[in-house]
């Protein structure tokens, strides 16, 4: 087939395009930005469309709704003009919004978003109901890593300096993916014929912050010391934070966005679903996929 992919050179983007063409197919990368009269001739000529591109990071909630929602309703609809046979929306576990490892979420529990971004790709994949005559599917990843990956990289560079944060609640505990098993999960979203569908992805079994922070220091610095931060420190920092990306009008590590996700219980999903309706079941797992990330920072010299 021929695949148009947005968000071709991000980070998942990199990894599906080249399991993608591996696999056979002949893939067209999307470029922003999103100009319907580019995108309708574009997509005449490809069998499917996976949306990857957004905005994790914003320092203004509308830039979020352009990012997430608006282009994504420009991609929707160029692909049902075009007579696209299938559009994958990769959307994110923060449409949901939180659940505890003791009541994981399921597809069909109401979403409730706790921040922008949750809340702009929930938008997002509510446009897709809107559009008549547009077959769709919506992916819904927990945490995302491996190699490419610059949201850990920070942490693994810290690693290598003698020390790593632990933040967050000590109970709380998220559903993770390595981006190998993301990418099959897309491919096998391309090649099936569910419409209209929402399916979480994840590894089966939930990690807490202690498992990702051992499993860095395991992977690139083994003597590293682990440093809990109290609470009443992170929301500190993250007003700190907030002040800062005002001035700065940029997004800064810490804010108040991000403090109220590590103050929540968790980000768990139930991932029977994406078994059942793709086939898929992610392989690997936590400590050998932080492995694998730490050896692709050294051979690529991010470390």
């Not at 449409?95 to 490892?101: H, I, L, M, N, T």
């Not at 922008?116 to 990843?141: F, H, M, N, T």
Request: aromatic letters at 6%; charged letters at 20%; glycine letters at 8%.
């Amino acid at each position: 087939m021929t695949i148009a992919v947005t968000g071709a050179a991000g980070f998942i983007g990199r990894n599906l395009v080249a399991h993608l063409t591996e696999r056979g197919d002949d893939v067209a990368p999307v470029r922003r930005p999103f100009d319907a009269s580019v995108l309708g001739d574009l997509f005449r000529h490809v069998s499917a469309v996976v949306h990857l591109a957004g905005l994790v990071s914003a320092v203004r909630d509308r830039d979020f709704v352009a990012a997430n929602v608006d282009a994504t309703r420009v991609v929707a609809v160029a692909a049902r003009d075009a007579g696209v046979r299938r559009l994958v929306h990769i959307s994110s576990l923060a449409a949901a919004g939180p659940a505890a490892a003791s009541a994981p979420r399921s597809e069909s529990d109401p979403p409730s978003p706790i921040t922008a971004y949750g809340r702009s790709k929930l938008a997002g994949e509510r446009v897709l109901q809107e559009i008549d005559a547009l077959q769709w599917i919506v992916l819904r990843p927990g945490i995302v890593y491996g190699p490419g990956d610059r949201a850990l990289l920070p942490l693994f560079r810290m690693a290598r300096r003698g020390f790593l944060p632990l933040v967050g609640r000590p109970a709380a505990a998220y559903t993770a993916i390595h981006v190998a098993d993301v990418v099959r999960a897309i491919a096998a979203a391309v090649d099936g014929h569910a419409a209209g569908d929402t399916i979480f992805l994840g590894h089966p079994s939930p990690v807490t912050g202690r498992a990702i922070v051992d499993g860095i220091r395991a992977a690139v610095a083994p003597r590293a010391s682990v440093v809990t931060v109290p609470m009443a420190v992170t929301r500190a920092a993250a007003l700190c934070g907030e002040a800062s990306q005002r001035v700065l009008r940029r997004p800064v590590l810490i804010n108040a966005s991000r403090f109220r996700e590590l103050d929540a219980e968790g980000f768990v999903c139930r991932v029977d679903r994406m078994r059942e309706r793709l086939g898929v079941v992610a392989e690997i797992g936590l400590a050998e996929g932080l492995a694998r990330t730490g050896e692709w920072y050294r051979e690529n010299r991010w470390l």
